[in-house]
């Protein structure tokens, strides 16, 4: 029998340019869980993503990070990506000249540490295609060059239902997607959903945690999580903002702070 994957960020602080922007982190999520992180704009939502993720430009002062009881601070970001990370970026980058298939099938490689048969990836790939209901042309084209939003977000699916990652955090990949295309994506992830397998899905709206139903929900202000409950808290956030926790905690203001 294989351990529960168990990632633990704690007291993770992290700056940029000199400016600290993750300010005591402390989060554990366990295979089986869904674990949803909503807060305004500016908060370091996306900074706490690609900090776990190993963007260089993020400076870790403070704090550790431990996947299935391994340092993953000490990990390179291909070593991250085998351990079983994985982020659906908020904004996914274009890459001209690399057709999306090709991309796909280095990145599972990688994942397993072995050639998977042009065949076996063909059929995976086409069987995923079609639950997210993406047209065949998408394995021809250059990663997500020319994508819509949409598109992109669904192909950031795509790649996760292919990589089968132990950690999946999702940056807002339910923004600019309209109701059917947040019905298809939310299916995909909760296909994905499983015991050996652990989701951090970062939010704006609540909207997305009506299909991918949440175990914990947690309100993170000024790089730190202020508040944890279950998915009623996102309904409270939903219908009465932010307000009344910064009331609550006698938090300043943040919007200020905000570029997004
Ligand atoms: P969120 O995802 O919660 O909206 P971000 O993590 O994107 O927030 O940003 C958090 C803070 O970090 C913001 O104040 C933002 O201005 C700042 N920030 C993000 N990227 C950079 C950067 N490249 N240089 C300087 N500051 C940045
Ligand atoms: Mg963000």
């Not at 002062?61 to 299935?68: S, Y």
């Not at 351990?83 to 990145?107: C, H, K, W």
């Not at 808290?233 to 009465?240: G, I, M, P, T, Y």
């Amino acid at each position: 029998m294989t351990a529960v994957p168990h990632l633990q960020i704690k007291n993770l602080r992290a700056k940029i340019e000199d400016k600290e922007i993750l300010k005591g982190m402390n989060l554990e999520i366990k295979g089986g869980e869904v674990h949803a992180i909503m807060g305004p704009n500016g908060t370091g939502k996306s900074t706490l993503a690609s900090t776990l993720m190993g963007h260089p430009k993020y400076e870790v002062t403070e704090g550790e990070v431990i996947i299935n009881g391994e340092d993953l601070l000490e990990m390179a970001v291909d070593e991250r990506a085998r351990a079983g990370l994985f982020l659906a970026m908020q904004y996914p980058s274009e890459i001209s000249g690399v057709t999306n298939s090709d991309f796909l099938r280095s990145a599972i490689n990688a994942r397993r540490g072995e050639e998977i048969s042009l065949m076996k990836f063909i059929r995976e790939m086409d069987k995923k295609m079609s639950t997210l209901e993406m047209d065949d042309s998408f394995s021809h084209r250059y990663l997500n060059e020319g994508f819509s939003g949409g598109e992109k977000k669904r192909n950031e699916i795509l790649q996760m239902m292919l990589l089968e990652p132990t950690f999946c955090i999702l940056d807002e990949i339910d923004s600019g997607l309209d109701i059917d295309a947040l019905k298809i994506v939310a299916n995909g992830v909760n296909e994905m959903r499983s015991a050996d397998r652990g989701f951090l899905i970062i939010t704006h709206y609540q909207r997305l945690l009506n299909y991918v139903k949440p175990d914990f929900v947690h309100v993170m202000m000024q790089g730190r999580i202020v508040k944890s409950g279950g998915p009623e808290l996102a309904e409270r956030l939903e219908a009465e903002g932010y307000d009344w926790i910064k009331e609550e905690l006698g938090i300043e203001d943040e919007t200020v702070n905000a570029n997004v």
